[in-house]
């Protein structure tokens, strides 16, 4: 369901530390929303959380650890009573060089980036009481869209969030819920600062933050953006492997 204009929602960010998540966090509760932020590194969250005393809450966790989970709703239960809105966005990127695939590598991400959203999703069924408007959107890639070079933990563990999600949303609709997967293109983050390739279409966090708020406002089952280069690698994902392989072989330099 659309958010009502003018209407104070209670978001729960999980991954708000930096980047996309600290920015969404950010614009957020300037809009006057109640925000809880999740991470594990919490100095930016306490500092962001004191300029907004009445409308956040500081929730600590790492999204690998159950227990740590757990204890974060339990401080957004008590700061909030319940969440509107659960934006699933921790992630980490690791890259597999010339197919020399380390398992550890895999397992860290897909730990990270895919079995943490289940375990944030379990634990936080009692924070998502179902009534008209709640949301559970989670930070997917377009990396997700098809293969792309180095990708394979990376690509994998998103293609695993965009079908949970997607599939997810089968049962959650018939409870009121919608499910909302983002699918960005690139974003200049600390994450992607790493990349050591010329990444087309770079955008900012503040403006993939706008583009994610955008999206969940008018209840979008997928936000991707930016459009120039998400809808490109649409395209590329319907053509024939084979040729499809061959150009984005090409689209990042490996
Ligand atoms: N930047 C891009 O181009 C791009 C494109 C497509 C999708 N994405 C996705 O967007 C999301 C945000 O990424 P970003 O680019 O903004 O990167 P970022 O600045 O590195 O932010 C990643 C966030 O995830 C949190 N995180 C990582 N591991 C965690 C864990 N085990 N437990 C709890 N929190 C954890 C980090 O906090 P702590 O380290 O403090 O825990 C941080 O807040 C990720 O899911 C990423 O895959 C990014």
Redesign the pocket.
Known sequence: MKWKANASRTIWI?????????ALSEQLLKQGHKVAM????TGKLGELAGEYPDQECVAP????DRESVQKAVQRVQKCFGHVDTLIF?????EYIDDGDVKASVVEKVIN??FV?LANVIEAAKPLLKAHSGVQIAA?S???AFLPLPRAEAYGAS?AAVSYFMHTLRLAMQKKGISVNVIC????K????DQNDFDMPCLIS?EEAAEQIIAGLQRDKREIHFPHRFTRFLKLLSALPLGLQQRLTGSLVKA
């Open positions: 999980i991954g708000a530390s930096s980047g996309i998540g600290l999740s991470a594990r590194r966790c790492d999204v690998t966005n921790a992630g980490i990127c990270t980036n943490g930070v890639s377009s990396a998103k960005p293109g690139f974003v983050t600390p994450l992607t966090a």
